[in-house]
């Protein structure tokens, strides 16, 4: 049984992450800001189903905020922490920078700073795709170059990979981060294009498909992205000098204990193929509203998860169709409630 303390755990993954780990036994502090970016109402049904769980607590407050965010940790005093609390969202971040600096970057600082003084055994950090930005290179490897981001959302998220290993080659810190692709599933954020497809489909209202459609994700089911977490958390980077052998293709760095890993399905569909599993799914056509593509987009996504699989032994490979079929049967429920 381990003490792990989750930042964003009222968020999507947050939550799943949370309630996996609460049902293996170990103790959860949740740490969460319930921000308005999205629905209030819906990140408190997620805490309040995870404090109906023995070994849960949680603390309400921003990551930015430094002297609660350190109060919660010394009192916790985890064993590991895994940093999953940020300002989200691609487009959002076109029209409120400031956001993501205060909460994505300066936050980040703070938890490393906690991570730092708690000497937890492993810090867990959320990145993204979104840090490959320009390179034309498919499918995207850890150790690809990611030195051109698109938008202030994944410029804050490569800044915050570079602290983190600042912190672990001067103070010996062991961190995992983890770069995901395009997740969807049950419990999932309405500002997400998979969300937003399912309530105007429903409703028969247009959906907007950019770059006319032709786009191509690496959609993850969030089941198995918690599934790549959880068997992630025990496999702290050691440092150069207590070093084995490494596995081929490993990110680890030369001079600390750090490492990323991508998380996501192997592969990549191209978007009115999602679209027409959803329809085929929720039983009605979307009505289509075709856009041209959007500022800081890419057309393409698609992971090579290898090192995941040769780490761990787990492979992400929900199919779409199994994976969605999840979400529709939560939505349904939800958007009766």
Known sequence: MQRILITGSAGFIGFHLARQLLAAGHRVHGYDGLTPYYDVALKEKRHAMLKAMPGFTATEALVED???LDRAGADFAPDVIIHLAAQAGVRYSLTHPRSYIETNFTGSFNVLELAKRQKVRHLLIASTSSVYGAN???PFHETDRADHPLTVYA????AVEGLAHSYAHLWGLPVTLFRFFTV???WGRPDLAYFKFAKAILQGTPIDVYNHGELWRDFTAVEDLVE???RLIPLAPSAPSARGATVEGDSLSPIAPWR???IGNNDKIHLMDFIRTLETLLGRKAVLNLMPMQPGDVPATWADCSLLERLTGFKPETDLATGL????DWYRDYARA
């Open 66 to 68: 430094v002297e609660t």
């Open 136 to 138: 034309p290179e498919m």
């Open 155 to 158: 410029a804050t998220k490569k």
């Open 184 to 186: 969807y599933g049950a």
């Open 228 to 230: 790549g977490v959880l």
């Open 260 to 262: 990323v890993v991508n």
């Open 325 to 328: 079929a999840r979400f529709v």
